[in-house]
């Protein structure tokens, strides 16, 4: 489809379903054909930041996306091109030969729209695709986390992106004693 050959297991770029957002991203599951015979797609929607409900404070890695509980089918009409997500684990040390840098996403949690929550995964449940090969980065990335699109710009005090050590999440803190008297 337009010189282009799609896989199971593929990522897609999908037409925004509004002018002027940026496109969508699925992972091809299944391909079929609808009563008119026209190639159709069925996939899992992954969701950027700003497809989500979440808190103004929220921070993201950098080109983070979350896989979504949303499975539709569209016509191949509608795919803009290839790209590729990654699950966590391996972005910042491995990626897909013969792709740009803008178009491979990292991929930590799963986006429940039904609860509006994220939840991490713990197993990357995605089709293989054997076509892809995957190589080590010549310089493994340092993960950064990036505040929300709806954070509050006009703050005076805007905090640069924090780094990642990989070891603890944003949302640990220590847990505080506190002594109950009768």
């Not at 178009?103 to 076509?131: G, M, Q």
């Not at 780094?163 to 803190?173: M, R």
Request: aromatic share 14%; hydrophobic share 35%.
């Amino acid at each position: 489809f337009k010189d282009c050959v799609y896989y199971l297991g593929d990522f897609v770029y999908i037409e925004p379903r509004e002018h002027g957002l940026e496109p969508h991203i699925m992972c091809i599951e299944k391909f079929v054909k609808d009563s008119d015979n026209i190639q159709m797609i069925q996939g899992n929607w992954f969701y950027r930041p700003g497809e989500t409900y979440h808190l103004q404070t929220r921070k993201f890695l950098e080109k983070e996306v979350f896989k979504s509980d949303s499975i539709t089918t569209i016509a191949m009409s509608q795919i803009w091109g290839k790209c590729y997500v990654m699950f966590v684990k391996d972005y910042f040390k491995m990626k897909p030969m013969d792709m740009a840098d803008k178009d491979v996403y990292v991929c930590e949690s799963r986006y429940s729209n039904k609860h509006r929550a994220f939840k991490k995964i713990k197993l990357w449940s995605v089709p293989k695709t054997d076509h892809i090969k995957i190589v080590a980065r010549d310089e493994p990335l340092t993960p950064v986390r990036v505040e929300s699109v709806f954070a509050d710009k006009t703050n005076s005090d805007i905090e640069k992106p924090d780094f990642d050590d990989g070891e603890t999440s944003i949302l640990d803190k220590t847990r505080e004693v506190v002594k109950y008297l009768n």
